[in-house]
Every structure is written in C-alpha cells, then in structure tokens.
C-alpha cells in the first residue's frame, strides 16, 4: 500500500485540481500499512524473525486477536468537520507504538476492561480520535467527527511478556502482532485515526499497542493524549486537558512564504545512492552514555568555533557525518539533514498548553558531501545550530503558507532524517498497573531515518537506530567507536 509521496514536488501532475492530486496520493498511499512514513519513517519488513526465549530456543509469537469492537466517547460529542494545520498536512502518516506492563501486585485480568472504559472516558475531551479521516472541499485532509469511536480489539498471546524480547530494537515482524490493523484498507481514509490492542500475556503483564495518525498529533500531542488515557484509568482528572483550535496555525491570507525551504527542495542524486541501497541492508543500534555524550560535545567545541552545544546537536552532526562518510558519497555530492523541532514555544504568541495537533516543524541544513566529511565535527554542529536557530516564528508561518501553495513534501534524496523520541516521557504512563516496562515504536527506521531513543532508568542513555547497505554499516560501526 503506497505512502503518501515524500518527494513530489509542488504539483506532481500540474493540471489535476488539488483534490483529485491528493485523491491520487492517497489512493497511492496503501503502503501506509506497512509503515514507510514521513517524520517517523519506520519500516515493515515481511521476513519471519522468531524471537530467542531466556534458554536460547526460538520462540514465534502467536497473537490470538478477537473480533474488533468500536470505542464511542462515553458523552455525546461536538458533531461536523475539524480542522487539521497544514503541519498536520504533511505527516498523515501512520505511527505504531507499543507499552509493555506487568505489575507484581496485581494481574491483567481487569486490563482490558480498564483500559477500554478509561478510552470512551477520555474520548469526550479528545473526540476527533473518534472521528473518521475524509477529504475537505479543498482537497486537505480533515476529520469528520461522527463520533462511532475507537476501534478497539482484545488478543492473547502464547508466552509471558519477557519472552517478547527487547523492544529498544524494534523487531517489526514480533512486535507488528501487538498492534492491529485493519484489514482490507486500501489507504489512511480507511484507517480510523486511532486503533488499540490489549495483549494479555500468561504472566499477567500486557501490552497495549496503538496505532494512530500522525496528522491528529506529534510526539508531544501523542504523549499528552496517553498520559490523559492512563490518568483517566486511574481515576484521575486530567494533568493537561487538551486545547483543540488548531485554526490559530491557519495560513495567512494570502499566504506569505517568505524562505526558501530547502527541506521540499530535490536533490540531484551524483552518487548513485539508488543502487548503493540493493545491497544488503542491516540493521543496528548504537548506544551513547552520559559519558560517550559529553566526550561528543567535549570534541565539538575544543577547536574554539563553537562556545558550547547541546547533546542533540552533537550527536545529530556526528552522526550526519558518519552516515555520510560510509556511504562514500561523492565528495560534491550535496546532502540534506532533516530534523523536527518543537515550535510550540517558538510561534508568537506561543501555541497554548496541552496543543492537540502537530506543532513540530521540519528543519534544515545542507552540505557538500566531501565539505561534510573534512571539516571538524564543530563545522557539522554549528550547521545543525543553524537550523535550529532559523526555525522562529516567521519561519514557521512561511513553511505553513508554503505548503498552502505549493503542496509539496519534503524530499528525501540525499537526505538523512533524524526523528528523536528521546525527550518523549511515554516511559511514565500508568493505566494503575505501574509505568511501563518498556515502550517505543514497532519497526526499524526506513533507510533516511536514523532514531534516537532515550534508553536505561535515568533516560540519560540515547540509542540511535539506523539501517544501511551492509559495507557501509561496517565502516559506520567502526566510526562510532569513540
């Protein structure tokens, strides 16, 4: 099932209306199922990946799921049409995610029932999760809020829930059995913005395995929800009720695109990068601790150039320049970086607390290859400062009204996208049966994503997840020894 394009440029077929343009690119888009997305570009494979149990025999997983029931809010709810940003636009992705639980004082018997009540509970103040995805009479998404609810399905599974192993390592094939999808859909019009699993396990521990539209929130959004669901379950009033206007990042009128945006430009691909990629590709995860972390931000500003960075800029430049150092791309092959960056404090006035959308905006940096990879790591972290610096007000606006005009997607030729889930708090859920064992996303990263996640009891320890044609993953390997 085809994505919506990542790299179509302004109008992909000049003549069509915008909304039989986007009609196309939702009816190519039913790869969407397998998860080849835009910001969390996690990828599913079909391979069978048995999982090893504690006595080093294999063990396939096997899901019993039962027959999908619908979640309505527990209130009657506002009725019509929902608005969604053009940042929300851009991301109508579908992001999976597992919560893994199991409490030493009591056991999973009351998970479902808990957890379901709590979602119809929390529904009222979220409600277009319980509304269908449709097409507006300008060709952009937005909900119908219709209010028939959440699907919601109850699976056993034939192990305990450490035999799942180590979820920091996304395994698609294991953990995809955890999240349910829906059958037969043939794009994200026929996915409901939200899709919950309970899996109880014969240890009395569950997951819960979510499956949501990007365009309904970002990783922010999409942490506030779970943690209003599980204070919910628990009884209690929400910490951070959600502010639904997402009309106060309209574009403006008329739209003012004031930057290049160099994040939807195409690159000429010089290197073959194409054919660098039917190699085998493999997958890895690197784990940085406080003190590979430091030693980084030590290196980057020993040269005098920089005065100081943060954690995420170091490790973003030192793993831009890793990536492009094993590729062995061609030295004037120019190279994009791609990053998210939180603007809920940057629009002004700020976008109020508790924002029930997408108010992440995409960021960039561009490089020759050979210019990248020859000057010092502080050159690579001042060009990652600079992106982060450029994304103001202004900035933000213009890329909102540049989509207004243009439709355009980012393009991901030549480009690395780091998508971070580090600074993500979903490791505090609690539904009442304790905060998760562990928690993170489905599937490995598409081969322009690498994936930082916050790892270890302090959250201090980042793993960056990639994957790569298998020899540039052995010169990568070796770079990360530091």
Same mark, same amino acid.
Not at 235 to 254: H, S, V, Y
């Given at each position: 099932?085809?994505?919506?394009?990542?790299?179509?440029?302004?109008?992909?077929?000049?003549? %069509?209306?915008?909304?039989?343009?986007?009609?196309?690119?939702?009816?190519?888009?039913?790869?969407?199922?397998?998860?080849?997305?835009?910001?969390?570009?996690?990828?599913?494979?079909?391979?069978?990946? *048995?999982?090893?149990?504690?006595?080093?025999?294999?063990?396939?997983?096997?899901? $019993?799921?039962?027959?999908?029931?619908?979640?309505?809010?527990?209130?009657?709810? &506002?009725?019509?049409?929902?608005?969604?940003?053009?940042?929300?636009?851009?991301?109508?992705?579908?992001?999976?995610?597992?919560?893994?639980?199991?409490? $030493?004082?009591?056991?999973? $018997?009351?998970?479902?029932?808990?957890? #379901?009540?709590?979602?119809?509970?929390? %529904?009222?103040?979220?409600?277009?999760?319980?509304?269908?995805? /449709?097409?507006?009479?300008?060709?952009?998404?937005?909900?119908?809020?219709?209010? &028939?609810?959440?699907?919601?399905?109850?699976? @056993?599974?034939?192990?305990?829930?450490?035999?799942?192993?180590?979820?920091?390592?996304?395994?698609?094939?294991?953990?995809? #059995?955890?999240?349910?999808?829906?059958?037969?859909?043939?794009?994200?019009?026929?996915?409901?913005?939200?899709?919950?699993?309970?899996?109880?396990?014969?240890?009395?521990?569950?997951?819960?395995?979510?499956?949501?539209?990007?365009?309904?929130?970002?990783?922010?959004?999409?942490?506030?929800?779970?943690?209003?669901?599980?204070?919910?379950?628990?009884?209690?009033?929400?910490?951070?009720?959600?502010?639904?206007?997402? /009309?106060?990042?309209?574009?403006?009128? *008329?739209?003012?695109?004031?930057?290049?945006?160099?994040?939807?430009?195409?690159?000429?691909?010089?290197?073959?990068?194409?054919?660098?990629?039917? &190699?085998?590709?493999?997958?890895?995860?690197?784990?940085?601790?406080? $003190?590979?972390? &430091?030693? %980084?931000? /030590?290196?980057?500003?020993?040269?005098?150039?920089?005065?100081?960075?943060?954690?995420?800029? +170091?490790?973003?430049?030192?793993?831009?320049?890793?990536?492009?150092? +094993?590729?062995?791309?061609?030295?004037?092959?120019?190279?994009?970086?791609?990053?998210?960056?939180?603007?809920?404090?940057?629009?002004? *006035? *700020?976008?109020?607390?508790? =924002?029930?959308?997408?108010?992440?905006?995409?960021?960039?940096?561009?490089?020759?290859?050979?210019?990248?990879? @020859?000057?010092?790591?502080?050159?690579?972290? #001042?060009?990652?400062?600079?992106?982060?610096?450029?994304?103001?007000?202004?900035?933000?606006?213009?890329?909102?009204? =540049?989509?207004?005009?243009?439709?355009?997607?980012?393009?991901?030729?030549?480009?690395?996208?780091?998508?971070?889930?580090?600074?993500?708090?979903?490791?505090?859920?609690?539904?009442?049966?304790?905060?998760?064992?562990?928690?993170?996303?489905?599937?490995?990263?598409?081969?322009?994503?690498?994936?930082?996640?916050?790892?270890?009891?302090?959250?201090?320890?980042?793993?960056?997840?990639?994957?790569?044609?298998?020899? +540039?993953?052995?010169?990568?390997?070796?770079?990360?020894?530091?």
């Amino acid at each position: 099932m085809p994505t919506l394009p990542t790299n179509c440029p302004h109008n992909p077929i000049p003549f %069509l209306s915008p909304t039989l343009d986007l009609l196309i690119a939702l009816d190519l888009s039913r790869v969407l199922i397998q998860l080849k997305t835009l910001i969390n570009c996690f990828y599913l494979t079909e391979e069978l990946h *048995p999982m090893e149990n504690g006595s080093g025999k294999k063990l396939e997983l096997s899901v $019993e799921q039962g027959k999908p029931t619908l979640v309505p809010p527990a209130e009657v709810t &506002e009725k019509g049409l929902y608005f969604l940003s053009n940042l929300d636009q851009n991301i109508a992705v579908i992001i999976r995610t597992i919560y893994c639980f199991k409490s $030493e004082l009591k056991g999973n $018997e009351r998970a479902v029932e808990v957890i #379901k009540a709590a979602l119809s509970k929390v %529904l009222v103040h979220y409600y277009p999760l319980a509304g269908r995805l /449709t097409i507006s009479a300008e060709g952009k998404l937005i909900v119908d809020c219709t209010g &028939e609810g959440a699907v919601f399905v109850e699976a @056993e599974a034939n192990c305990t829930i450490e035999e799942i192993g180590d979820n920091t390592k996304p395994d698609p094939v294991t953990l995809g #059995k955890l999240v349910y999808d829906i059958p037969g859909a043939k794009n994200i019009l026929e996915i409901p913005p939200l899709v919950a699993q309970v899996t109880k396990f014969k240890c009395g521990g569950f997951v819960l395995g979510l499956c949501m539209n990007h365009c309904m929130f970002d990783g922010l959004g999409a942490m506030e929800f779970v943690n209003s669901w599980s204070e919910t379950a628990r009884g209690l009033p929400l910490n951070l009720p959600p502010f639904l206007d997402r /009309t106060i990042l309209k574009a403006r009128n *008329p739209p003012n695109s004031e930057f290049l945006h160099h994040e939807f430009a195409e690159i000429e691909d010089i290197s073959n990068i194409s054919d660098l990629y039917k &190699e085998e590709m493999l997958y890895r995860s690197f784990c940085f601790d406080p $003190e590979k972390l &430091e030693k %980084l931000k /030590t290196t980057a500003t020993k040269d005098g150039l920089l005065e100081k960075c943060t954690t995420f800029e +170091a490790l973003s430049a030192f793993v831009w320049r890793a990536r492009t150092r +094993a590729l062995n791309l061609n030295p004037g092959q120019l190279t994009k970086l791609l990053f998210a960056v939180d603007g809920r404090t940057r629009f002004d *006035p *700020p976008i109020p607390k508790g =924002y029930f959308g997408n108010g992440i905006v995409l960021t960039n940096s561009l490089s020759p290859a050979g210019e990248l990879v @020859e000057n010092p790591l502080s050159s690579a972290v #001042k060009k990652v400062q600079e992106a982060v610096k450029m994304v103001t007000d202004s900035y933000m606006r213009s890329a909102i009204d =540049y989509f207004e005009v243009t439709r355009a997607r980012p393009s991901l030729t030549a480009t690395l996208l780091i998508t971070t889930w580090s600074r993500l708090s979903f490791h505090t859920t609690d539904f009442g049966w304790g905060e998760p064992l562990l928690s993170g996303p489905v599937a490995l990263p598409e081969k322009e994503v690498i994936l930082f996640l916050s790892h270890g009891k302090e959250r201090k320890t980042i793993n960056v997840l990639l994957g790569l044609p298998a020899p +540039a993953m052995e010169v990568f390997q070796e770079l990360m020894e530091i």
